[in-house]
T-cell receptor, first 115, second 114 residues
Framework: DQQVKQNSPSLSVQEGRISILNCDYT??????FLWYKKYPAEGPTFLIS?????DKNEDGRFTVFLNKSAKHLSLHIVPSQPGDSAVYFC??????????????FGKGTLLTVNP | DSGVTQTPKHLITATGQRVTLRCSPR?????VYWYQQSLDQGLQFLIQ???????AKGNILERFSAQQFPDLHSELNLSSLELGDSALYFC?????????????FGPGTRLLVL
């Protein structure tokens, strides 16, 4: 049972345009959400997070939106740059299954930003 | 560079063998996490240690075990290896291991079981 889903395996956008990566979750006990970026041959690196008490968090070109009623979050990158090309993982944590501490990851979305 | 180191980077072994993966957390971090990433799966949480004690367990097989030592480095032991154990194994660390805390990932160990 996949509790965090990233339904788009890949996304391609033009440099300078907006990239929107989506993530859905099923477990209503999740209350903290994170996005990680991963380049080939490297470990995931933390990008941005959001707590369930907020519906938006912004950090430079990156904004995460959370819609709790829809159990949906999205990552917006504006403007997109070729260096943003990577796999983006959505992750969630919360009081699920008795373990607050673990992160549950989606399978990732490969973003390609074309010059 | 996240500050988390993992050794070895690559490991090739045969079915039935046993291997040990090593992780050194970022300076000052007390909590260590292990994850497995196989071809068709996302990152799967295996186990978490905090200051030497096991804190949370995920989808870790009984053939796998881990520990965190007094100097806070951690080892993941994989035994009776099967072909399906071939994967990328990541270690991550965080300060106190509490909910919502950012985890910093190492570069991973790529394990190939032949």
């Amino acid at each position: 049972d996949q509790q965090v889903k990233q339904n788009s395996p890949s996304l391609s956008v033009q440099e300078g345009r907006i990239s929107i990566l989506n993530c859905d979750y099923t477990n209503s006990m999740f209350d903290y959400f994170l996005w990680y970026k991963k380049y080939p041959a490297e470990g995931p690196t933390f990008l941005i997070s959001i707590s369930s008490i907020k519906d938006k968090n912004e950090d430079g070109r990156f904004t995460v939106f959370l819609n709790k009623s829809a159990k949906h979050l999205s990552l917006h990158i504006v403007p997109s740059q070729p260096g943003d090309s990577a796999v983006y993982f959505c992750a969630a944590s919360g009081a699920s299954g008795g373990s607050n501490y673990k992160l549950t990851f989606g399978k990732g979305t490969l973003l390609t930003v074309n010059p | 560079d996240s500050g988390v180191t993992q050794t070895p980077k690559h490991l090739i072994t045969a079915t039935g063998q046993r291997v040990t993966l090593r992780c050194s957390p970022r300076s000052g971090d007390l909590s260590v996490y292990w994850y497995q990433q196989s071809l068709d799966q996302g990152l799967q949480f295996l186990i978490q240690y905090y200051n030497g004690e096991e804190r949370a367990k995920g989808n870790i097989l009984e053939r796998f075990s881990a520990q965190q030592f007094p100097d806070l480095h951690s080892e993941l032991n994989l035994s009776s290896l099967e072909l399906g154990d071939s994967a990328l194994y990541f270690c991550a660390s965080s300060g106190s291991g509490n909910i919502g805390e950012t985890q910093y990932f190492g570069p991973g160990t790529r394990l190939l079981v032949l």
